[in-house]
Every structure is written in structure tokens, then in C-alpha cells.
């Protein structure tokens, strides 16, 4: 999928991106997303939306990829970690991926755009839950985000 977006999504635009997106949603729907984890949910419940409308993920791909890097960047703030560029076999969905500072690779427009593809079968709120706790993340690499729900 080409998605051109400005500036181009790299580890050091993501948090830009998010920004972009917290402020969209607030003019568009008035939902405010305050880098919290809890509001994750609201983000599930944004492309939950989009999934009940029918929307695909290629005629959304620029507001998916924000939403990504908002979860990314709520990973970031409160479960440390970078932003990074994705493994040349892993970037088709996205370029970038977080790092936890365990070396955890998380996946955030992944999930996003697996919630769009799959629904409740993919949690955002629980993927996000994997990471922030030590240990092993079940197959946190998923390109679909359907860690742990096969």
C-alpha cells in the first residue's frame, strides 16, 4: 500500500503524525485523546466506526497510520521506549515500529489496522497491556496484530 503523507512517516515524524491525529479527532468528533493509555479505547472505538461504515484500510490509510502512531507514542510516553524504522521484512504496513527498552519491537499501525481488518478479535487495549508489562509480548511482530487470538 502507498500512502504519501507529509512529512514522510519516519522515527522522528511519527510524534508529529500523532499530534495530527489527536487534534483531527478533536475537530472532527470531539474526542479527546490525551496520550493516556485509557484512551486507547477511544481509539479502538474510532476504527470500530470506521469498520461498521465499511471503510478499507487503503481509503483510510493516512488516518490509520496517525492512529498508530498516536498508540505508538502513548507506548512511548508511559512504557518507554523509541520509535525506530522497521525491519526491511517487516515495513509493509509501516516503516516504523516502537522499541521498548527490553528490545521488544511493538507494531502500533499494525494493530490498528488489524482492529480495522478483524474487529474485537484484535485489541488494541491488550496488545498495548503485553507490552507494558515485562516478559514476552506473544508474537508482538504479527503484521495482522492478532497476538495472542489465534
Known sequence: ???????PLEPGSASRHAAD???TAADISD???DYSPQSIALVEE????FRAEGVTGEAMAA???????????VLVRHVGGS???????HAATAPVIVVLGDARECHPVDWVF???RSGSAV????????????????????????????
Not at 474510532?46 to 466506526?49: A, E, F, L, S
Not at 490509520?64 to 502512531?69: K, M, R, T
Open 46 to 49: 474510532i476504527v470500530d466506526g
Open 63 to 73: 488516518s490509520l497510520i496517525g492512529f498508530g502512531c498516536y498508540v505508538g507514542e
Open 123 to 150: 485489541s488494541i487495549s491488550d496488545l498495548y497491556a503485553a507490552a507494558s508489562t515485562s516478559g514476552q509480548m506473544p508474537d508482538s511482530t504479527c503484521a495482522d496484530g492478532s497476538s495472542g487470538r489465534r
Open 1 to 7: 500500500m502507498q500512502v504519501h503523507l507529509n512529512p
Open 31 to 33: 474526542t479527546r485523546l
Open 21 to 23: 491525529i489527536v487534534a
Open 114 to 116: 488489524g482492529r480495522l
Open 83 to 89: 520509535w525506530q524504522h522497521a525491519p526491511t521484512s
